[in-house]
């Protein structure tokens, strides 16, 4: 995975090129490239085609030798997982065939995993991201399945250093200097790289940086920090103790007038927070409590720090970050209370239908883990069912910035988990549950506070499309309308856990390449799969696609003909849609020169897939949804041309590439064609550009470009279909 911070660069970036070699021995795919490393069997959105042809066992280079004699299958088991045990019935000899795909993990960047008939399933070697340059490294990024190219930023201090293009850095081994760090006063350093030390006026001295200069807090409410001058003074337990953190100190007078719990919160808008309380104030004294910070939904920093029946007086509070961003600290003297006891299944408190609980995910302990992921601890309850019931649970977030994550078990075990969610509001339904003793794990992504609510109703019925047995068609070329009101996660394999689901049949009548797209709302992430029926839980999905951003789509290659299961999911469980398109199968086009539209290279009417790289490319043709101030033409750029005899429903999509890309559509005849109206897509985001158009008759130009100048290995797979 990238460094923390490095992602949000990956629009400004400009790619150092790197000369390819041309094979056509790859399956699928016929071409061969520096940022094509999953190209040996990687599976995924960025790279199907060898994940595709061995889930089908087309592309098995492993021939299976004659083994002992038989007359039955059933004599043949070899006791290896990952085999096909067969009797030929040619030579009435065992055939034990390796299925690679079912080695398969999530997992892009550690490489393809592969099954050896003698030791099973064995580890894929991890993908070669090397190359680098003067400026900029290669490195495997997990969450867009593919080789980037990241700047020389070796303080990760976001500022690539200062004699490569864009850069600004004048000290690449301290993250606190940069060109856009505040100049420090009598530090003697350059912070802001401008070439002058503590200038006068136009430098900062750090504010209640210490015990002796605490900002004094006598009421309740919100103050407003800056930790830009700040050093670490005091390191405690929970959060780093090396640069960038620093920390400012709050000397908070809790009341005498009653017993108090002190609730502090720390925010910021980007970067990691902490906060701890130590007694006395400094460096030796005693750790009275420490908390690190989680995430918000929008990446936002989010710490809480609550000290039960705090004596009357001064109490010191350290705010501690990672970044320049401003800090917000909020105090609250709650009623003292005592800490909830609740934390595990065997003390597990009753939770009944329709009464609200309230409850502080801020210092529990963590007894119990759930595939949905958590930041704290949890608070554990118990439901009791005396016949089969719907259970529906509910939790919004009632203070804080984190989401609310349930967890519905058996047992508190590793194995015990059902079901979980995340959410705001987290929903949570289990359909005819039978009548037992069951638990329910409550915690956040960040310390919150949280209502929650349990519903209990009679057996539902399923929807059509709840799983893959009988699921309903999605014509290929159409959009399908889904609603996933009243789903549950309960299709494996899948792309996610606690995301709901729901799944249709997609028949190919001949050997074929399918992108599925599936759209969704504005504040939703969403997840769309293939796999074959009927959906085998041990078996590995064939094509998988995620996005924070509309739509998420999943490329399959070298399909069989027949019937095949499209599953989508919204962690949010807002209303989606879904579009399956296919091709004839067809192997990869290297675009070896594309510079200008003379050179244009051509695509199919029915579509295909071509590869090519800007880097070495020059920088001809303006498009209208570039970054401002990028000169009058742009990024280095390459065209391909498409010309329709007939009206036609044309997607084009990008992901994979290795930069930030830029693709755009003209209207011909003419060379390089008129902008058309939203037929240009910035993919500065890891899914890339993606374009959804409907084109009448004629010529058209195809331009791959780059997002504030960055230029490099693209991937672009073109379908069209009816409108």
């Known amino acids: 995975m990238l460094q923390p911070g490095l992602p949000r660069l990956l629009g400004l970036l400009a790619l150092v090129g790197v000369p390819l070699v041309l094979a056509g021995g790859c399956e699928g795919g016929g071409v061969v490239n520096p940022f094509d490393a999953g190209h040996e069997g990687a599976s995924g959105a960025a790279g199907q085609d060898a994940a595709t042809e061995a889930a089908t066992g087309d592309a098995d280079t492993d021939a299976a030798p004659e083994g002992e004699p038989c007359a039955l299958d059933s004599q043949c088991d070899d006791g290896i997982g990952c085999t096909t045990d067969a009797c030929d019935p040619s030579t009435q000899r065992c055939r034990h065939t390796p299925r690679h795909d079912a080695c398969a993990d999530t997992e892009y960047c550690n490489g393809a995993e592969r099954c050896d008939r003698a030791l099973g399933c064995r580890a894929g070697e991890p993908v070669d991201c090397s190359g680098e340059s003067l400026c900029s490294f290669f490195a495997c990024d997990e969450a867009s399945r593919s080789c980037v190219a990241l700047p020389r930023d070796a303080d990760g201090d976001g500022d690539v250093v200062w004699n490569c293009p864009g850069g600004g850095d004048c000290d690449d081994t301290d993250p606190r200097v940069h060109s856009g760090a505040p100049e420090i006063c009598a530090n003697g350093k350059d912070d802001d790289c401008d070439g002058e030390l503590d200038e006068p006026g136009d430098c900062v001295t750090p504010a209640y940086d210490t015990c002796v200069s605490a900002l004094e807090v006598r009421q309740e409410g919100t103050v407003r920090l800056s930790a830009a001058a700040a050093r670490l003074d005091y390191p405690v337990s929970c959060y780093p103790s090396t640069s960038p953190w620093r920390d400012l100190v709050l000397a908070v007078e809790v009341p005498s007038d009653a017993p108090y719990d002190l609730d502090v919160w720390l925010t910021s808008n980007y970067g990691e927070v902490g906060l701890a309380s130590v007694e006395p104030c400094g460096t030796s004294g005693r750790e009275l409590g420490c908390a690190l910070g989680g995430q918000g939904p929008l990446g936002q920093g989010s710490a809480r720090l609550l000290l039960r029946e705090v004596p009357a007086g001064y109490v010191p509070i350290f705010a501690a ?108 339904l289990a359909r005819a549950l039978p009548a037992g003793t069951y638990y329910l794990a409550v915690s956040g992504t960040a310390p919150i506070d949280v209502d929650l609510a349990l519903q209990l109703s009679e057996p539902s019925p399923a929807p059509a499309d709840e799983t893959c047995v009988g699921a309903p068609p999605a014509p290929l070329g159409k959009t399908t309308s889904v609603s996933l009101l009243g789903h549950l996660d309960d299709v494996q394999p899948s792309c996610s856990f606690g995301a709901v689901d729901a799944a249709y049949e997609v028949s190919l009548p001949e050997r074929s390449d399918l992108l599925l797209v599936e759209r969704f709302s504005s504040r939703d992430v969403g997840f769309v799969s293939l796999a074959r029926a009927p959906c085998d839980a041990s078996e590995r999905f064939l094509a998988c696609g995620s996005a924070s951003r509309s739509p998420a789509r999943a490329l399959a290659r070298d399909l069989a003909a027949g019937s095949y299961r499209a599953i989508v999911e919204a962690s949010y469980g ?45 920088a001809d043709y303006p498009v209208v949804c570039d970054l401002g101030g990028q000169g009058p033409v742009g990024a280095r750029d390459q065209v391909l041309r498409l010309e329709l005899s007939r009206r036609r429903r044309v997607l084009l999509d990008l992901q994979g590439s290795a930069y930030s890309t830029l693709l755009a559509v003209k209207r011909g005849p003419e060379c390089p064609g008129t902008e058309l109206v939203d037929a240009c897509s910035a993919g500065y985001l890891p899914e890339r550009s993606f374009l959804d158009l409907v084109l009448e008759p004629g010529v058209y130009f195809v331009h791959i470009d780059g997002y504030a100048s960055a230029s490099g290995a693209w991937k672009l797979e073109a379908f069209t279909t009816e409108p």
């Open 574 to 618: 807002g209303d989606v849609t879904l579009t399956p398109v296919a091709r004839p199968a067809s192997r990869t086009t290297w675009v070896a020169f594309a510079d200008t539209c003379e050179e244009a290279v051509r695509i199919p009417e029915t579509g295909g897939s071509f590869e090519g790289n800007t880097a070495n490319a020059n």
């Open 321 to 428: 970050t990672s970044s320049e961003s401003p800090l917000d600290a909020r105090v609250r003297f709650l009623p003292a209370s005592p800490k909830p006891v609740h934390e595990t299944c065997g003390t597990a408190r009753e939770l009944y239908p329709e009464v609200h609980e309230q409850l502080r995910l801020v210092d529990a302990a963590r007894d119990v883990t759930t595939r949905c992921g958590q930041f704290g601890g949890e608070l554990v309850y118990r439901l009791t069912l005396d016949r089969t019931q719907d259970v529906e649970v509910t939790a919004v977030t009632l203070e804080g910035v984190g989401l609310a994550v349930l967890s519905l078990r058996d047992d508190c075990g590793a194995q015990g988990e059902r079901s979980c969610t995340t959410g705001d509001p987290a929903r949570l």
